[in-house]
Structures are given as structure tokens and as C-alpha cells.
């Protein structure tokens, strides 16, 4: 216990006085006798010094005592430790590896439990926000334990990697904006991520609650189907990936169109990828490689995409159109290169350095398109430097044959994603411009030679396949396709975060105790007037 006005405390010297007085005065007490004349001729006698005495203790010096100490001390004003309240900031992992099943019942299960249990130790002075680490970081709520726990409990894990550095950076700013708060970050994660960039100290300390398990996991990584330069057949190129410590035998089924078309045996080694090749019939349309077996992640267990087989489909190509382009166009076994001017509209146009004011009917592949055009403009320069490799855009690509493209625009419209792009600006996007599906590739690749890469074929069969619906994403009811990346769930080391909370008056609080002290002496003093008036 402290005092703020400790030279208040000289005022302990009432009590001695008081003492004091009663030692030299004493104290009389009032009795009743029937009369005092038959004092009057008692001989007086002959005494020498009087002696003082002590006095004695009575309640009413030990009160009258009690009530001026405790009157000193409150004067005094005397101080104790206090606890401050508290600002917890909860961060979920919402990632796709949260789903694993090695911790029961889930992961993410496992962190929420750990949550409840947090709020169920704070009071209803104490502030919580919670914080979602999925595709993005996004601050569900600031409330009271009460009022977060049903936020909680509708929190559900998404399809993608977690925005971790993302997540922490928010849920540090909003324990910073609460100063007098005591702030902690707790983060729930099973640690299936690679490090993070550095995001400087935190706004308050870090604990991490480890709900992760092992790696027990196989998973699909891609299935691409390509039609026999023939013509009349089709294959399907699928990739499956062990990503346990130990070999395992993976059984795969492989479905089109419904039917069961193939069944095998997978002997893949630990963190190893067995590549297939599964021949199709040329009519096969919708194909489904599903695995048999029972691991930690159902999610990466199924993947679907549409067969290009069918008939041909007819292709507008218009503008600057090398004959490195044509021919791209021309090896595609399901798509026919027409004379522009047939009657009925094509099912997809290519434009080659052009972006007609008025724009043709149905899907857009547009290449090198021109620099100046409106519908090109954009915003946040450097703002398309992002790779999204399960894209099908990308499919099957090597990334390294596009190092050395230019683009030709910095910013990306507004009606755009960006799909692969640099700082200079977005190599490849894709969008709806005008009510139009449209793949745009913002670079010549006749400069740079791609075009007589063996990636530029790959890359025009991505992009007219994604434009004519040959390949696509399994649909998810949060619009989330799943990245291949969360196959690999073994936790990684967590890195340490440090934190530079300053010592603000939230980690040194007091609470005045003087009221009390106060409060006590009125008692005292009332106790007092009722032993004086019982006494008489």
C-alpha cells in the first residue's frame, strides 16, 4: 500500500494527544448518591502529592484511538494495486487445414473449445475482439466476452492459406486503440503455414494456442484434361501428392460423366507426387478424380473439372494475329479457326492488339491489347504484383516462361482480377467487361519469344478452356476455390512475434482506498457516541 499525500500521515499524533488528555484529566464518572450532608464532618485526611496514573483502557479510549488513526490514514490517501481490465484480441485461423480431422473433432474445433474456455476466465469490464484469418483478415467484433461468444460460435474455416500476418497487424491495432486496457493476443492456429514477412512489434504480448496435429494427408494436386492431337480421344493428367512422413498406398477412382471409368492403386512415397495419365472417351464431358482412402483432409479428396471433348467450337481471330498465335489457336483439337465474316456469331473471339469500341458477341481472349484504351485504365500503381497459382489460368504452367513479359498497363480496372502479374503491373487477368467473359494477357509474347515456347500452347488452351466454361473450378458455397498449398498440413515451427507494449497505467494500476478508510472512521466514531451515551 502507497500514500499519494504521505506528509498527511503527521496527523497520527492526534491519537497520542487524545491519549494524553485522558492520562492528565482522566475521565469522572457521574453516580447517583441519597445525600452529601453526611460527608460534611468527616475529617479530611492529610495526603502528600497526588500521583497520576495510567489511565485505563476503556472502549472509549480504544475507539476514540481507532477513529482518529483511521481519520490520519485516510487522509493520507492511501492507494492499493489494481488490476486493470483487459483487452483480448482472438485470432482464428480460418485456413483450409483447420478442417483436419487428426484432432478431434476437428481443428478448428479444437480452437474454438480453447476460445470459450478463454472468454469463460474474463469479467464484464474486459473487452474481446475477434479476429478471422482466412483469404483475408477481417475483424468480426469488438464486445464483451458475452457478447463475442455467439460470433464464435457461428465462425466457420474457409478453403485458402490464412492471412496470419494480416490478422496479427489488425488485431494489434485494435488492442493498441485501448491504451488503458491490458492488451493480450491469443492466436489459434495448428501452424500448417510458412513464416510470415515481419510485421514489426506487436501492440501487446502474443500466445499461440497450438491446436495442430500431424501430416497424415494425400490429396489431388491437379487434374488437367487434354484432347489427343488426334482428335479422337481424350486424356486426363492428374497429380496426387503424399503428403505424410511415411509411403502410402492411395486408392483413386476416376468418374466421367458419372460413370465409374477406372479404379487403382496409388504406391506414393513420403512427400512425394505420383503423376496418371487416364485415357477418356472423346464424348466424355464432366470428369471426377476422387480418392478412396481415409486421411485428415476430406477437402483435397475430390476434384472435378469439364472435359474439352464435344464438338469443335468456333473462333473469331481479329486484329494483329501472328501466325505463332494462329497456329496456338489452330492445335487446340476442339476449337475451329472461321473466316470472320460468317453469318452466325462465334463461340469465342480472339483479339490481338485491338479493343474495337463496339465489342463482339460472346467470350473475349484479349492479347496485347492497346495501352491507351479506357477500358484498360486502372488504379494502384504496382496494385497487380500477385500470383494465384490454382488458378486454371495456370494449369500446368511454368511460371518462369512468363519472367521476362512486359506489361502494358500499371494499374488493374475495376472490372478485373488479377490472375499473375509483376510490380510493373498484371500480366494476365480475367473479369466481365460490358457483359463480357474476357481473359486479358497485357503483353506482346511475340517480343520476348514466347510464342515459340512450348508454354505459350498450354497457356491459349487455359485461356480459351476457362473462357468456354472447358474448365472449371468445384463451385463451394463460399465462392472459395481450394488451394493446393493446405494439402500439406504437418505444422511448422511458429516464428516468435515480439511484442513492445509500453508500461502505461493499465499494467500499473491503483485504487484509491481512502473511501474505505473513511467509511471505517464514521463507524468508529458511531460506535463511540453509543458507548459515551450508554455510560452517561
Given at each position: ?93 480460418a485456413s483450409a487445414s483447420m478442417q483436419a480431422t ?250 490481338a492488339g485491338v479493343l474495337p469500341p463496339q465489342l ?30 490454382s488458378h486454371p489460368l495456370l494449369q500446368g504452367l ?139
Open positions: 500500500m502507497n500514500f499519494l499525500a504521505p506528509m498527511a500521515l503527521a496527523a497520527l499524533v492526534v491519537p497520542v494527544v487524545i491519549y494524553v488528555i485522558h492520562w492528565l484529566f482522566g475521565s469522572r464518572r457521574r453516580v447517583r448518591v441519597p445525600a452529601l450532608f453526611l460527608w460534611a464532618d468527616l475529617p479530611q485526611a492529610r495526603t502528600g502529592r497526588s500521583r497520576r496514573r495510567i489511565p485505563p483502557f476503556s472502549w472509549l479510549l480504544l475507539l476514540q484511538l481507532l477513529a482518529a488513526a483511521l481519520a490520519a490514514v485516510a487522509l493520507a490517501r492511501p492507494v492499493g494495486p489494481h488490476e486493470p481490465p483487459r483487452h483480448l484480441a482472438l485470432v482464428f485461423d487428426d484432432v478431434s473433432p476437428t481443428r478448428f474445433e479444437a480452437a474454438r473449445a480453447r476460445a470459450l474456455d478463454r472468454l469463460n476466465a474474463l469479467t464484464s469490464l474486459d473487452l474481446v475482439s475477434l479476429v478471422r484469418a482466412g483469404r483475408e483478415a477481417t475483424l468480426i467484433t469488438t464486445s464483451t466476452a458475452d457478447g463475442v461468444r455467439s460470433a464464435i460460435l457461428a465462425l466457420q474455416p474457409g478453403r485458402t492459406a490464412p492471412a496470419i500476418r494480416e490478422a496479427l497487424a489488425l488485431a494489434s491495432t485494435e488492442v493498441a486503440a485501448t491504451p488503458e486496457r491490458r492488451g493480450q493476443i491469443l492466436l489459434l492456429t495448428d501452424g500448417a503455414w510458412p513464416p510470415p514477412e515481419s510485421i514489426g512489434p506487436l501492440a501487446a504480448p502474443l500466445e499461440v494456442g497450438a491446436v495442430g496435429g500431424g501430416s497424415e494427408n494425400q490429396a489431388i494436386s491437379s487434374v488437367v484434361v487434354r484432347m489427343d492431337p488426334t482428335g479422337r480421344g481424350q486424356t486426363a493428367f492428374v497429380e496426387v501428392a503424399n503428403q505424410a512422413e511415411h509411403a502410402a498406398r492411395v486408392p483413386m477412382r476416376v468418374l466421367a460423366d458419372g460413370a465409374p471409368l477406372d479404379e487403382r492403386q496409388l504406391d506414393i512415397a513420403a512427400r512425394t507426387r505420383a503423376p496418371v495419365s487416364i485415357p477418356l472417351p472423346v464424348d466424355a464431358h464432366h470428369v471426377s478424380v476422387r480418392l478412396l482412402g481415409h486421411d485428415a483432409l476430406a477437402l483435397d479428396d475430390v476434384q472435378d473439372t469439364i472435359a474439352p471433348g464435344g464438338p469443335p467450337r468456333e473462333v473469331d481471330l481479329l486484329g494483329r494475329a501472328s501466325d505463332g498465335l494462329r497456329r496456338a489457336v489452330e492445335s487446340i483439337p476442339s476449337l475451329h479457326v472461321r473466316v470472320a465474316d460468317a453469318a452466325l456469331p462465334p463461340d469465342l473471339t480472339v483479339l463482339p458477341s460472346g467470350p473475349l481472349l484479349v492479347i496485347d491489347p492497346p495501352a491507351n484504351s479506357g477500358r484498360l485504365l486502372g488504379v494502384g500503381l504496382g496494385s497487380g504484383a500477385r500470383v494465384q497459382v511454368d511460371l518462369a516462361a512468363l519472367q521476362d513479359e512486359n506489361p502494358s498497363v500499371a494499374g488493374v480496372p475495376g472490372w478485373a482480377h488479377v490472375v499473375l502479374g509483376t510490380l510493373q503491373g498484371p500480366l494476365i487477368m480475367e473479369g466481365r467487361l460490358e457483359g463480357h467473359r474476357v481473359v486479358v494477357m497485357t503483353f506482346n509474347p511475340g517480343v520476348s519469344g514466347l510464342e515459340k515456347s512450348l508454354a505459350f500452347p498450354l497457356l491459349i488452351s487455359n485461356a480459351t478452356s476457362f473462357l468456354l466454361n472447358r474448365s472449371v473450378v468445384v463451385p463451394t458455397e463460399s465462392g472459395e476455390a481450394f488451394d493446393p498449398a493446405e494439402s500439406d498440413i504437418a505444422p511448422r515451427p511458429i516464428p516468435t512475434f515480439p511484442s513492445a507494449a509500453p508500461v502505461t497505467e493499465a499494467s500499473n494500476g491503483a485504487s484509491d482506498l481512502w473511501p474505505w478508510f473513511l467509511t471505517a472512521c464514521l463507524v468508529v466514531l458511531g460506535a463511540e457516541w453509543l458507548v459515551f451515551a450508554r455510560r452517561g
